[in-house]
């Protein structure tokens, strides 16, 4: 059972940056995928990051350019970099990994960007 703990959420005014954690209780290079959704109230669960084993990552289009993952494999994290934050991207962000045909969810975190 993999436990995913997301942290660093909170409020920042339009134009400024946060960045999130996922602490994973295993190796996050043994999963086949880890990434980033969010969730606004009444919407889908959306996809923000995916990254593979290989290491490759793909961003959802509206936040290419302003969003980057970067991964520590001694801590076992998996960090979002979020800058020039909109208001747009405001909503709940849950760290997600898979591991082989198992999924699993962090509790989520809120983001708010609002001035």
């Known amino acids: 059972q993999v436990q995913l703990v997301e942290s660093g959420g909170g409020l920042v005014q339009p134009g400024g940056s946060l960045r999130l954690s996922c602490s994973a209780s295993?190796?996050?290079?043994?999963?086949?995928?880890m990434g980033w959704y969010r969730q606004t109230p009444g919407k889908e669960r959306q996809l923000v990051t995916l990254?593979?084993?290989?290491?490759?990552?793909n961003y959802l289009r509206s936040v290419r350019g302003r969003f980057t993952v970067s991964r520590d494999g001694a801590k076992n994290t998996l960090d979002l970099q979020m800058k020039d934050l909109k208001p747009e991207d405001t909503a709940v962000y849950y760290c997600h990994a898979r591991v082989l045909a198992r999924t699993y969810w962090g509790q989520g975190i809120l983001v708010t960007v609002s001035s």
């Open positions: 990254t593979n084993v290989d290491g490759v990552t």
């Open positions: 295993e190796n996050i290079f043994s999963f086949n995928a």
